[in-house]
């Protein structure tokens, strides 16, 4: 690098693609993006993580202006269908230094600590760590058979990536710690008509913010000093341990100590594909912030949670655990747990308190619906990531509030539960073999399976629209039960027609479906009655 000193300040550099609904696209920087907020629908981006980041970062800030303490402050900010530009350049004014990606003193989400070019001793490495969908160091080998030594982002890029540390940093091998919320969990984010909208529904009043934040102080990334202290190790862990965080601390937590080395390259970035100037190749990345081990548990407001479960007196475990994508797991499985009421039958979970709020401050019409993006990260529960999970729900705002509505769908969603171990079981029983072949069909019981929830996908969908909308409820609930036998007689018979055409193959088959015919009919008559 030369002795040229770049810029790229995030408040009013074009970073952030938005989408309008024509279709059409304009790149904004932060302050361009919530002052013509009413303007967009939805904010573009190939990786959903990176939609995500940057959707809690915008939320982060907005919450800062419009600081909405009771509900009235909601309502009178959605009425007024903008962002106060006041607002916006007052906190322009006061911060718009702290988002300056290669700032000297300052570098946003960085540690101004560590220089601009790699020091001696320094580990430094590549800028494709950055990018969470991307694979890095040795993960290269197994999923892509390339050098990430080559990739070079632009300072779009590598702003568009950066956000994503704070909600999707897992771990990463000894002494590296998952972000606030732990290994990532399932992050549902509001859709509204305009992006005004989905922002200002974001939006969360001290009565909806995790109980345990901190009222004293909150080091959010523009207000906390813009130098990390270096990790101490204790035994085999780096820590630098937070024990106060507040709510707009937590959506820009850095769990990450990082520094950026810009270099003046004027070639084609490795992500997007355009030119620039300047391009990062390396940086330092390692341990950043964490919490004590002992500290109380932090509830973010666009997670869920399944909470302990009790075994007599005693629990089974200590600590709620947040839903997070699961390999073979349809997202719409999680309804219940994303979007409904708990009721005294159903406390097993803990909807978003987002979701809650929106449920109480009825910003929206109980006719009309109300979209949700939800957005994860599956991964081993380690370093190993395997994919992205990127769902949209279409929820009647009516529902969110309805404990009815909820007991009914959680009624649903069990007896689809319950109609899966049926055909899983029968198929044991009749093709589950014994010594060697006690596995030989386990691959064709796992495509049954996956092709029986595949199907319900639609159904479950249009069957929550229904119980909003339907004069009879009762006859909407009895039609899904049917689409459910439906589906579970369709994929046993699938994987039972897949045995073989032999004699034997023949006869059982017959007898697999008869008994599990017989068994989903006398499941459906315990739910119908």
């Known amino acids: 690098m030369n002795d040229l000193q770049p810029t790229f300040n995030l408040w009013t550099e074009p970073w952030i693609t938005l989408e309008r609904a024509d279709g059409s696209m304009t790149t904004c920087g932060i302050a361009e993006a919530l002052a013509r907020a009413h303007e967009f629908v939805d904010i573009y981006e190939p990786s959903p993580l990176v939609v995500a980041g940057i959707h809690r970062l915008l939320t982060a800030v907005a919450q800062a202006i419009v ?28 911060y718009a230094h702290r988002f300056d990606l290669f700032s000297m003193d300052a570098p946003f989400m960085q540690s101004a600590d560590l220089p601009l070019k790699p020091a001696k001793g320094d580990k430094t490495k590549t800028i494709a760590y ?32 950066l956000t994503g540390v704070p909600a999707f940093a897992s771990s990463g091998g000894a002494g590296i710690k998952p972000s606030i919320n732990g290994v990532p969990p399932i992050y549902v984010l509001p859709v509204g008509k305009t992006l005004f909208e989905s922002l200002l529904l974001s939006l969360v009043i001290p009565d909806y913010q995790p109980e345990v934040r901190s009222r004293k102080r909150d080091d959010v990334t523009w207000l906390r000093s813009p ?22 601390h937590s959506l820009t937590f ?20 355009q030119r620039s100037e300047w391009a990062v190749r390396t940086m330092v990345f390692e341990m950043g912030e964490s919490r004590p081990k002992d500290a109380p548990f932090w509830f973010d407001p666009f997670a869920a949670y399944r909470l302990p479960e009790e075994k007599g007196k005693a629990k089974k475990k200590d600590t709620p655990t947040p839903i997070r994508p699961n390999e073979g797991r349809a997202t719409w499985r999680e309804f219940g747990a994303l979007f409904l009421q708990q009721s005294k039958d159903t406390q097993r979970f803990r909807r978003p308190s987002l979701i809650a709020q929106m449920a109480d ?14 957005i994860g990260l599956r991964t081993d529960m380690k370093a190993k990531i395997f994919e992205w999970i990127d769902a949209q729900f279409d929820v009647p705002a009516s529902v969110l509030s ?13 007896f689809s539960s319950e109609c899966v171990g049926i055909i899983r079981s029968v198929f044991k029983e009749f093709f589950g073999g014994s010594g060697k072949d006690a596995r030989k069909f386990d691959g064709l019981r796992t495509r049954m399976t ?16 229904d119980l909003a909308k339907a004069d009879d409820k009762e006859a909407a609930r009895k039609a899904w039960l049917t689409n ?34 017989a068994m989903l009919i006398k499941k459906q008559k315990e739910y119908s009655e």
């Not at 900010?77 to 007052?90: L, M, R, S, T």
């Not at 009825?362 to 949700?372: G, K, P």
């Not at 309805?402 to 069990?414: H, K, Q």
Request: neutral net charge.
């Open 450 to 465: 996956d092709m029986y929830w595949s199907s319900l996908t639609a159904p479950f969908r249009a069957w929550v629209l």
């Open 130 to 161: 950055l990018a969470m969908e991307l694979p890095a160091g040795t993960a290269v080998t197994h999923y892509r058979h390339g050098s990430d030594d080559e990739c070079a982002f632009c300072p779009t890029c590598v702003a568009a990536c």
């Open 227 to 248: 130098v990390m202290k270096k990790a101490v190790r204790k035994g085999e862990e780096a820590t630098t341990e937070v024990t106060e965080v507040g709510y707009l």
């Open 484 to 517: 459910v036998i439906q589906a579970a007689r369709q994929a046993f018979q699938f994987a039972s027609e897949s045995i073989g055409d032999d004699a034997a193959s023949l006869r059982k088959r017959v007898r697999g479906e008869n008994k599990c015919n």
């Open 67 to 94: 600081n909405p303490q009771r509900e009235p402050d909601l309502i009178s900010a959605w009425q007024a269908g903008h962002f106060a530009e006041k607002g916006i350049a007052d906190f322009g004014k006061q």
């Open 402 to 414: 309805s404990e009815g509505a909820a007991s009914t769908i959680y009624e649903g969603l069990n």
């Open 361 to 374: 401050v009825r910003l929206v019409d109980d006719l009309q619906l109300q979209s949700f993006r939800c």
């Open 254 to 273: 850095l769990a990450r100590r990082i520094r950026l080395h810009p270099e003046q390259l004027n070639g084609l970035c490795s992500r997007c594909g």
